[in-house]
T-cell receptor
Framework: AQSVTQLGSHVSVSEGALVLLRCNYS??????LFWYVQYPNQGLQLLLK??????LVKGINGFEAEFKKSETSFHLTKPSAHMSDAAEYFC?????????????FGTGTRLLVSP | KAGVTQTPRYLIKTRGQQVTLSCSPI?????VSWYQQTPGQGLQFLFE???????NKGNFPGRFSGRQFSNSRSEMNVSTLELGDSALYLC?????????????????FGPGTRLTVL
């Protein structure tokens, strides 16, 4: 079955430091992968997506993610953290199930940014 | 295009009551999914509607139900509320990009309805 695993429920960084949020997927077919961000009391916003066009995907707010098939990973990175990046981040995989598309989310990683 | 809208944004109910939440998808999107989000359980899939038909369902009791109208607007209903139903309920509208095995589902979320059960 298709699934995603996010390592670390909480990640803490200092402002200006590298952000690395980990996501590993399990899929028997080529996966389509997404990262979403959620700010407090808001819905999820799409950060970026991998749809097999390019392995390095750039998203909004300076985030990017690299699809590595050999490692079954899709980690999210940002070179320099900003206070406004503090939020919860969800990795998700989309796949075809019984003729319909299904989207499965990871458990989320809360990013804390200290000054 | 206007985004996904959910009403109301906040709701307070007491145990045993029932509640109806509403979701208006992005214009042109025919699929609407509902999720429950709690600190303990995270993001959990409730159900998905497409063209007025429920086509995917999560593992929730029958107290949770939904429907979709011909204009793709959707409602979800929770009857006989319990304290544990307190959560942020998120609606997402989506469309499928591509076809067959080469397709994927892209979802757009609303701001959610915060339900508090006392």
């Amino acid at each position: 079955a298709q699934s995603v695993t996010q390592l670390g429920s909480h990640v803490s960084v200092s402002e200006g430091a590298l952000v690395l949020l980990r996501c590993n997927y399990s899929s028997s077919v080529p996966p389509y992968l997404f990262w979403y961000v959620q700010y407090p009391n808001q819905g999820l916003q799409l950060l970026l997506k991998y749809t097999s066009a390019a392995t390095l995907v750039k998203g909004i707010n300076g985030f990017e993610a690299e699809f590595k098939k050999s490692e079954t990973s899709f980690h999210l990175t940002k070179p320099s953290a900003h206070m406004s990046d503090a939020a919860e981040y969800f990795c998700a995989v989309s796949f075809l199930n019984t003729g319909f598309q299904k989207l499965v989310f990871g458990t989320g990683t809360r990013l804390l940014v200290s000054p | 295009k206007a985004g996904v809208t959910q009403t109301p944004r906040y709701l307070i109910k007491t145990r045993g009551q029932q509640v109806t939440l509403s979701c208006s998808p992005i214009s042109g999107h025919r699929s609407v999914s509902w999720y429950q989000q709690t600190p303990g359980q995270g993001l959990q899939f409730l159900f998905e509607y497409f063209s007025e038909t429920q086509r995917n369902k999560g593992n929730f009791p029958g107290r949770f139900s939904g429907r979709q109208f011909s204009n793709s607007r959707s409602e979800m209903n929770v009857s006989t509320l319990e304290l544990g139903d307190s959560a942020l309920y998120l609606c997402a509208s989506s469309f499928v990009v591509g076809r067959g095995r080469g397709s994927y589902n892209e979802q757009f979320f609303g701001p959610g309805t915060r339900l508090t059960v006392l």
